[in-house]
């Protein structure tokens, strides 16, 4: 079964610009969250998805939104970007709810803003 | 809320000898706890999960890891360590009734020296 996948990997990006993430989760899974990870503030949640709703958001300002479709997939997109949204932005799939079941981790995409 | 404390940004043992990574949660209900492990430029991988059944949970790679209410800890150990341990260890801790998302703590970094 393939595993989780991140959509780019690499992603270079100038202060103001917007951009969107895309991420595959395991087929058959229904539930997808998305994290950012720096090396001062470690993982952080931005939000989960399950069958296209949004069931929770983390503190991180209105600039970052994100989506899921019919299929599961999800992205997200953060508009005017800053400096300090350097990070890898990690995807994260499962079959149910998060706080239960096994969340398997993408690769990830890494942003630079420039 | 819940919360993760790792003790160690950065533990650095001999190949062969034994690996103690450190995890304390904070919970008022009973938890569910996880440890991840994540290799350079890579996702995170999953070791280890309790989900209130045995206390002694083993994992993936010969880890394990044991649940004490009463320390409120949940270390990660493995009797001997081997070059390709060297990685990022996050511990993570979700209240499974209150649809929580995951919350991680900073992680640890294991070097192993040979």
């Known amino acids: 079964k393939a595993g989780v996948t991140q959509t780019p990997r690499y992603l270079i990006k100038t202060r103001g610009q917007q951009v969107t993430l895309s991420c595959s989760p395991i087929?058959?899974?229904?539930?997808v969250s998305w994290y950012q990870q720096t090396p001062g503030q470690g993982l952080q949640f931005l939000f989960e998805y399950f069958s296209e709703t949004q069931r929770n958001k983390g503190n991180f300002p209105g600039r970052f939104s994100g989506r899921q479709f019919s299929n599961s997939r999800s992205e997200m997109n953060v508009s005017t970007l800053e400096l300090g949204d350097s990070a890898l932005y990690l995807c994260?799939?499962?079959?149910?709810?998060?706080?239960?079941?096994?969340?398997?981790f993408g690769p990830g995409t890494r942003l630079t803003v420039l | 809320a819940q919360s993760v404390t790792q003790l160690g940004s950065h533990v650095s043992v001999s190949e062969g000898a034994l690996v103690l990574l450190r995890c304390n949660y904070s919970?008022?209900?009973?938890?569910?706890l996880f440890w991840y492990v994540q290799y350079p430029n890579q996702g995170l991988q999953l070791l280890l999960k309790?989900?209130?059944?045995?206390?002694l949970v083993k994992g993936i790679n010969g880890f394990e890891a044991e649940f004490k209410k009463s320390e409120t800890s949940f270390h990660l150990t493995k009797p001997s360590a081997h070059m390709s341990d060297a990685a990022e260890y996050f511990c993570?801790?979700?209240?499974?009734?209150?649809?929580?998302?995951?919350?991680f703590g900073k992680g640890t970094r294991l070097s192993v020296i040979a």
């Open positions: 309790y989900t209130s059944a045995a206390t």
């Open positions: 919970s008022s209900v009973p938890p569910y």
């Open positions: 994260a799939s499962s079959w149910g709810a998060t706080s239960t079941d096994t969340q398997y």
């Open positions: 087929s058959g899974h229904r539930s």
């Open positions: 993570a801790v979700s209240y499974p009734s209150g649809n929580t998302p995951l919350v």
